[in-house]
């Protein structure tokens, strides 16, 4: 795509004029309003290809020029939002027992927001969005938090849904006690549901058979005994499961309803169309019809790539269950959450003040990051997110030294889930509201995401983020345990301790 200077320009008079007032801000608006725009999004370099503070003797080298290259043109992030927490259950799974994931399978944002975050809620039915960061003393870096937040939901206070469990019984879901797990979850869900809620079951192997057409969920006899029913086939061909599932969520539609297929499978495809580019475009017309899709993996042996991208662009969320407790989790705990919709197409911005900012790299969101220009395009996909959801960013930022005043701003925009309108949410953050440092001054979930992405960025890299040596993690992670009185803190405090032995 061809850059823009002069909304380049534009957009870094209006920040450097917003520098000069200095402060955090925070605010709401309509749809439309103005924000800087930015030329031609190119790749960032992290942090350490940045080469660190400049030196007398290297303003030649390559280092000095890719600092260098941090311009106007390049101050705005752009990501869809998303909820999936998959990459962590996946990854707890395997170092439970005695494995390390392989680094494709682990994806930074998804460790992240598998916690419990501290963000306020908002009144309405839209965002709040909350900023906040910590200085790593000694080396002009910073961490950066966004994190937006929708307002919780009563299971009761719910729209009514409409529910597909498309259920894979393959020959791969045969693995002692994986089909057990998937109708000890499909009848928990079950009992969980309310008056106005429907339910119908396909379950698929080398073909896929509808069990049950949408029956009321007061009928529960029958939708347990349609649970009882599944039974271990052959082959997986996921696709002729979603597309029959997908054609049964169009044929109950209910525009008053949320319609959701929710899938459950080890993602193992291997009849059929076994991509999810393929297997999407089959459903495309149906999925277009307000259909989404939640993917709740199973299975020791996971086809992880699968299930996330059928999620991620097939306008739903991905999770992992291995135990009872994670069923209870995902279908009684957080029914609401995962079955009702505050909205649609979530997208967030940030943009960055260049006076302040010289560089930054967001940690993870690679499958999610779009080009500035597609934010105020709703036909660009974003992410569906729940009642209740909150969504976490973490960023690395060089600060340029001595400065101060705004540091950037944060945008959320959403499209209204029943009638498509836009609308957004805007905080800002002054490098001034920065804690001085992030493991003595910052807030206690702050540095529990710091330790959830560290961890995540040494599983896939074998390195840490700054401030975060990975020698530290487990240690950080105690303390932590200890102050939120959290146990999936302590448990993640375990994980790091033993995925150290590992290596």
Known sequence: MK??????????????????????????GA????????????????????????????????????????????????????????????????????RLPEPG????????????????????????????????????????????????????????????????VSGSMSESGRIDLVREALHKLVDQLGPGDQVSVVAFSDRADVLLSMTPATDRD?????????????????????????????TSFRAVAVNRVILLSDGLANVGDTTWQGILARVEEAAGKKITLLCVGVGRDYGDQLMEQLADNGDGAAVYVSSVDDARKVFVEQLATNLDLRARDAKAQVVF?????????????????????????????????????????????RLRGGASGQLATATVRWQDPDTRDPAEATRSLAAGDLASSLWRDSAPRFQVDVVAAGFAEYLRTGEGIAGAAPEDLAAHATRLAAATEDPAVTELATLIGKAGSLR
């Open 105 to 168: 399978q682990v994806r930074p944002e998804e460790f992240v927001n598998s916690f419990a975050q501290d963000y306020r809620e908002p009144d309405d039915n839209g965002f709040t969005v909350h900023m906040d960061g910590a200085r790593v003393p000694g080396n002009g870096t910073a961490l950066l938090r966004v994190g937006l937040q929708t307002r919780r939901a009563a299971a009761e206070a719910r729209r009514p849904a409409n529910l597909t469990f498309v259920v894979d």
């Open 353 to 397: 003040n260049p006076s302040v900012v010289e560089s930054y790299r967001l940690i993870g969101y690679e499958n999610r990051q779009l080009a500035t220009e597609d934010f105020r395009d709703d036909a660009k996909d974003g992410g569906e997110i729940g009642p209740g959801h909150s969504v976490t960013a973490l960023y690395e930022v």
């Open 3 to 28: 850059s823009r200077p002069l909304a380049t320009a534009l957009a870094a008079i209006a920040l450097l004029s917003a520098a000069a007032c200095g402060g955090s801000s925070a605010e709401k």
């Open 31 to 98: 749809a439309g309003q103005p924000m800087p725009e930015s030329g031609k999004q190119v790749p960032r370099p992290s942090l350490a290809e940045t080469g660190g503070p400049a030196t007398s003797g290297n303003e030649g080298s390559e280092a000095e020029a890719a600092r260098r290259r941090d311009t106007a043109a390049e101050q705005i992030s752009t990501f869809a939002l998303d909820v999936d927490t998959a990459s962590y259950g996946y990854s707890r799974r395997i170092i439970q027992e005695g």
């Open 222 to 250: 029958r939708l347990h005994a349609a649970v009882e029913r599944l039974a271990i086939g052959r082959s997986t061909n996921l696709e002729e499961g979603l597309t029959s599932g997908y054609a049964e969520a169009a």
